[in-house]
Nanobody, 123 residues
Framework: QVQLVESGGGLVQAGGSLRLSCAAS????????MGWFRQAPGKEREFVAT????????YYAHSVKGRFTISRDNAKNTVSLQMNSLKPEDTAVYYC????????????????WGQGTQVTVSS
């Protein structure tokens, strides 16, 4: 069993930056692919970014590519999402997730989820 806790959310002006962190306990994340998803009010949960277990590959949603960067520190058992050039449409609850499968953009492929952290971008 893996427990995930997100942190780093908050209120930021458009054009600003935030760094989200996801800390894991229970098991090492070394063998898990990790993903970040987000859900805005009234919308379905959508894929943001994913990173493979071996750090070989990263993949981003088109809407965040070039602005967001996913990374992991297996020694610290954490995954981060650096978000730059934030836009009001990035406002959502952001979730990290872990899977023993491949790095995927599909929420149903993930086994473990955090509780989420709110990101609000003002215009």
């Amino acid at each position: 069993q893996v427990q995930l806790v997100e942190s780093g959310g908050g209120l930021v002006q458009a054009g600003g930056s935030l760094r989200l962190s996801c800390a894991a306990s229970g098991r090492t994340l070394r063998t898990y692919a990790m993903g970040w998803f987000r859900q805005a009010p009234g919308k379905e949960r959508e894929f943001v970014a994913t990173i493979s277990a071996g750090e070989v590959g990263t993949y981003y949603a088109h809407s965040v590519k070039g602005r967001f960067t996913i990374s992991r520190d297996n020694a610290k058992n954490t995954v981060s999402l650096q978000m730059n050039s934030l836009k009001p449409e990035d406002t959502a609850v952001y979730y990290c997730a872990a899977t023993t499968r491949y790095a995927s953009s599909l929420p149903e492929d993930y086994d473990y989820w955090g509780q989420g952290t709110q990101v609000t971008v003002s215009s």
